[in-house]
Each structure stands twice: as C-alpha cells, then as structure tokens.
C-alpha cells in the first residue's frame, strides 16, 4: 500500500542526497519524490511516496526525523490532505482520433498545450486515480511520450504553520 510522507526541511545543499541515501540504504522503495521550496526560501517541502507496512512507515518517518535538516515529518491521510499530480502527455493526433481527444481533454478538464500534424500534447492535473483514468484513455489513443510529476501534497490542516519560530 502506498503512503503519503510530507517532510519540512531546511533548504540545504544536500538534504535530497541525504534523503534518498536513508531510503536506498535500507531498502525501502521511492515510488514518487516532489521538492521545493515553501512560501520561506530556507525551508523546502520534500513529498514521497513510498509503499510499506505501518512498521515500515513508522520507522522511514523515524529516520526523517533522525536527518539533520529535518525540521517535522508527516503522514499525510488521504482523507486529510489534498494531493495532486501533474502530467504532460503527447498523443498520436490521427484525422479520425483528434476528435476523441479533444472531447477526453474536456472531460477530464485538460489543456491541449501543443499541436503539430501528428500529435496533441495535454496537459493534465488530477488526484492519482483520475491521473491513472486519463492515461488509460489516451493509452487506447497512442501515447508517444509521457512525463509525471510525482505527487504533491498538502494536508487539510495548517501543519507546517508555525516555521519562523523553528
């Protein structure tokens, strides 16, 4: 089952290095990573997404907090958070499919950001199951070329609110 983890951290040269290193080096499995920073250019908002059970979540959290530049880590419920994902997707454009294509860019409320005599590129934001149901369309379309962002989320709650006084 895959697991939402937001870490606030301070916006240092080799804090990712540092995070990945603790993930690699014990075998757990990144299955997105999103980083950037917050509101304040000190600190950065690190999102993963990794699988395990709740001991194996418990203990990537306790090793977060272990990392230096840590400053909290959170596990983000979906049903307390927001989360979102970014795809940017180039797709065969034939003369009998471009219809279908824009009509599924309609529904699925993504923009059409490219255009040539073969292709369409969208580019779509969504929760990962809408995402998941986009990629399937298009899929029976011909996808070329596909990019993801990995997700990003927020919790519902102010959480990370009190970081001047950190």
Do not use: W
């Not at 983890?5 to 290193?21: C, D, K, P």
């Not at 065969?92 to 599924?104: F, H, N, P, Q, V």
């Not at 149901?133 to 298009?138: A, G, P, R, V």
């Amino acid at each position: 089952m895959n697991h939402t983890i937001s870490v606030l951290v301070r916006n240092e040269a080799g804090v990712l290095s540092r995070i990945s290193s603790l993930f690699s080096g014990r075998g757990y499995n990144i299955e997105s990573l999103t980083v950037a920073p917050t509101i304040e250019n000190e600190f950065s908002r690190v999102t993963i997404v990794t699988s395990g059970d709740d001991k194996v979540i418990e203990q990537i959290m306790k090793q977060l907090n272990r990392l230096i530049p840590t400053i909290k880590v959170m596990a983000l419920q979906p049903q307390d958070s927001i989360e979102r994902e970014l795809i940017l997707c180039k797709v065969c454009a034939k003369d009998e499919t471009r219809s279908e294509i824009l009509r599924i860019a309609e529904i699925f409320n993504a923009k059409i950001i490219d255009v040539t005599h073969k292709t369409y590129t969208l580019q779509a934001i969504g929760d990962n199951r809408q995402i998941r149901s986009l990629i399937e369309l298009l899929r029976q379309l011909g996808i070329r070329e596909l990019v993801r962002s990995g997700k990003v989320a927020i919790s519902r709650e102010n959480s990370f609110n009190h970081i001047k006084s950190l």
